[in-house]
């Protein structure tokens, strides 16, 4: 069993940062897809941005350029640099683990964290 455990999380105002990170339990996090995933309140959860074993990364559209996606594995954690933050990036982010390392969606995690509570005032 995995555990994840995600801080960073706080108020910021509107075109600030924060960096999320989720530190990982177990000794074969190198192997593991990493996904940050956020739900909004009324909303579905969905993929913020992943990062596959090899370093490959992906970003949903509305987040490209203002969000950096970064492992440590030696550290087994995994990052969430967040920059120029909106108001509509209001959410709890959680941190995800794939044991396959498959191509990363919510479908394929297999490891869930508590989560991280992100608000962006105007």
């Known amino acids: 069993q995995v555990q994840l455990v995600e801080s960073g999380g706080g108020l910021v105002q509107a075109g600030g940062s924060l960096r999320l990170s989720c530190v990982a339990s177990g000794r074969t996090f190198s192997n593991y897809a990493m996904g940050w995933f956020r739900q909004a309140p009324g909303k579905e959860r969905e993929l913020v941005a992943g990062i596959r074993s090899g370093g490959t990364t992906k970003y949903a559209d509305s987040v490209k350029g203002r969000f950096t996606i970064s492992r440590v594995n030696a550290k087994n954690t995994v990052y969430l640099q967040m920059n120029s933050l909106k108001p509509e990036d209001t959410a709890v982010y959680y941190c995800?683990?794939?044991?396959?390392?498959?191509?990363?969606?919510?479908?394929?995690?297999?490891?869930w964290g508590k989560g991280t509570l992100v608000t962006v005032s105007s």
């Open positions: 995800a683990a794939d044991r396959e390392n498959n191509d990363i969606s919510s479908k394929t995690m297999d490891y």
